[in-house]
């Protein structure tokens, strides 16, 4: 089956600042990778995905890039804020919807310092 | 759009009893969803794929007898932990999604706590 791995599973960064979190997959036929955000006791929210047709996808402040050849993906948020600080989450799926299920990574704990 | 709700929010029980959590697709159908589960500080650990109609399919590891799955409607799966124990405590997290091609929403999760 699919296996995730991310890195690093903490990160602190001043506000302002870039932060990157990266993620490998070992699953060939992997074609969906959605990113989540869960801040403290609340359920994991969709920031962004990325279809393997692309390589790069940005969404604001959230970008996200795609090496299918390497099996791995990140996330970039640039302009850090507070708010900002939570868990984040990348998966894997072969497709996204229906009942394709998701693998997830370990997670990012991100902390934004003022 | 594509709202799931999970009830309760979180429980308390003593070790022995069962308790049942709630999963809704409120605003679309599906046939398919996820129960996760997720102990303090770890990642989502999947552990059963509920399919509408039919038996769910469980994660290896998982016991499908101490974690009955029901999913009798295009809106709604159950989760019923039985004889609950201690190590049973833990957040369990719904997910569906809205259709093919769509992204997975999760639930509000469910907060159980066994004494």
């Known amino acids: 089956g699919e296996n995730v791995e991310q890195h690093p599973s903490t990160l602190s960064v001043q506000e302002g600042d870039s932060a990157v979190i990266k993620c490998t997959y070992s699953?060939?036929?992997?074609?969906?990778f959605p990113w989540y955000k869960q801040e403290l006791g609340k359920r994991p929210q969709l920031i962004i995905d990325?279809?393997?047709?692309?390589g790069e996808k940005k969404d604001q402040r959230i970008a996200v890039t795609l090496n299918k050849t390497a099996k791995h993906f990140s996330l970039h948020i640039t302009e850090t804020q507070p708010e900002d600080s939570a868990v984040y989450f990348c998966?894997?799926?072969?497709?996204?919807?229906?009942?394709?299920?998701?693998?997830f990574g370990t997670g990012t704990q991100l902390k934004v310092e003022l | 759009g594509a709202v799931v709700s999970q009830h309760p929010s979180w429980v308390i029980c003593k070790s022995g009893t069962s308790v049942k959590i709630e999963c809704r697709s409120l605003d679309f159908q599906a046939t398919t969803m996820f129960w996760y589960r997720q102990f303090p500080k770890q990642s989502l650990m999947l552990m059963a794929t509920?399919?509408?109609?039919?038996?769910?399919?469980?994660e290896q590891g998982v016991e499908k007898d101490k974690f009955l799955i029901n999913h009798a409607s295009l809106t709604l799966s159950t989760l019923t932990v039985t004889s609950a124990h201690p190590e049973d405590s833990s957040f369990y997290i719904c997910?569906?999604?809205?259709?093919?091609?769509?992204?997975?929403?999760f639930g509000n999760g469910t907060r159980l706590t066994v004494t």
């Open positions: 997910s569906a999604s809205p259709g093919s091609n769509s992204p997975l929403h």
């Open positions: 998966a894997a799926s072969i497709r996204a919807g229906g009942g394709n299920k998701l693998t």
């Open positions: 990325i279809r393997s047709n692309v």
């Open positions: 699953d060939s036929a992997s074609n969906y």
């Open positions: 509920s399919n509408e109609g039919s038996k769910a399919t469980y």
